[in-house]
């Protein structure tokens, strides 16, 4: 880490990446935005640049000092998008293109830390061309006593709760199905783990990766995509209500799934902390939602400054092609 001062710290072009045509548009511009005027605030130069035919032309005539990419998503977390910007030589906020891809596919990310001693739920993934060729009754039979019931089913890749549904029969499996191949080709499916959820945010400025405090949520109902984003739908803890050993193992496992699937400047690990006071790993996210109802915000104001976090970040991008 530098030596500067952040007094002494020189403005910086930004260009911030949000939007784009995935089911999350909506949420990344929200993200982008908050983002943008953060920054701006801090003196920075910040255009924000919706993902689209447009957006390499626009990066060229701008000339940003260093890019925040926040397209959320399988397009925008996936690698495609962090690679475009290293064949561009542009630095950038976030994680190297080969983190996101192991992150991005949530069967090889629970792979990866469980390799490493992460305790994750047992699960399955199957194609939904599966369900035609073997007869989906008969698929999901198998899958219903090969893991018991409930579970939880989701799409391979994407965020926000989107195609998340929990099934604790027959029914309602088949109707979770349905649910998730409307946003992936392919299903995650998982066994159920009854606890606390906590969000785990990982940071790292160029002295190795830190937790920040980690956030319970309390939803009515579980936490989707309407939890998430519709005020009073969810009630959030920040610290969460766990004790201090506790919130030690959460954040152990965090920097852990951090180091472990290579990721970059920032993380965010979703994880369920059972009775017994074991924490399970559930996801990765290499870029967090950053409203004004998203967790990794409050993770960084509980720990003490936003704004002084976000300029850190733009001061020590994490790739530089």
């Known amino acids: 880490m530098s030596d500067t001062t952040e007094s002494q710290r020189p403005p910086l072009r930004i260009a911030v990446l949000a939007g784009g045509l995935s089911h999350e548009r909506d949420v990344s511009l929200r993200s982008g935005n908050r983002v943008m005027n953060v920054l701006k605030h801090l ?51 976030g994680t190297h293109s080969d983190g996101c891809q192991r992150s991005s596919f949530k069967p090889t990310a629970k792979a990866s830390v469980r ?83 906590l969000a785990v945010s990982v940071v790292d400025t160029g002295d190795g990766p830190r937790a920040l405090p980690p956030v319970e949520v309390v939803s ?49 690990t979703d994880l369920i902390l059972d009775d017994a006071g074991q924490p399970w790993f559930i996801d990765v996210n290499v870029i967090p939602g950053m409203t004004e109802m998203s967790l990794f915000p409050m993770a960084a104001e509980a720990a003490g400054d936003l704004p002084g976090l976000y300029d850190e970040l733009v001061h020590h991008p994490a790739v530089h092609p």
């Not at 996936?78 to 542009?90: C, E, P, R, T």
């Not at 039979?141 to 019931?149: D, N």
């Not at 109902?221 to 506790?246: C, H, K, L, Q, T």
């Not at 193992?249 to 472990?260: L, Y």
């Open 220 to 268: 009515q109902g579980r936490y989707d995509f309407d939890a998430r984003y519709n005020p009073g739908r969810s009630e959030y803890f920040v610290p969460a209500r766990i004790d201090d050993d506790a919130v030690q193992r959460v954040q152990d496992m965090a920097v852990t799934v951090h180091r472990t699937l290579g990721l970059g400047n920032l993380s965010r």
């Open 43 to 93: 003196g920075h130069t910040v255009v924000l640049l919706d993902v689209d035919a447009r957006t390499i032309p626009s990066l060229k005539a701008f000339g940003p000092d260093v890019v925040w990419p926040l397209m959320h998503g399988g397009h925008g977390e996936d690698g495609g998008l962090q690679n475009v910007l290293i064949a561009l030589g542009l630095p950038y906020v």
């Open 115 to 197: 390799a490493a001693g992460v305790l994750t739920p047992d699960s399955v993934t199957l194609p939904k061309a599966y369900f035609s060729q073997l007869g989906a009754q008969e698929v999901l039979g198998v899958v219903a006593q090969h893991l018991g019931l409930p579970v939880v089913v989701k799409p391979n890749q994407g965020g926000s709760g989107l195609g998340v549904s929990y099934a604790s029969n027959a029914d309602e499996l088949r109707s979770a199905m349905v649910s998730c191949f409307a946003y992936d080709e392919r299903a995650l499916i998982e066994n159920y783990i009854e606890g606390t959820e």
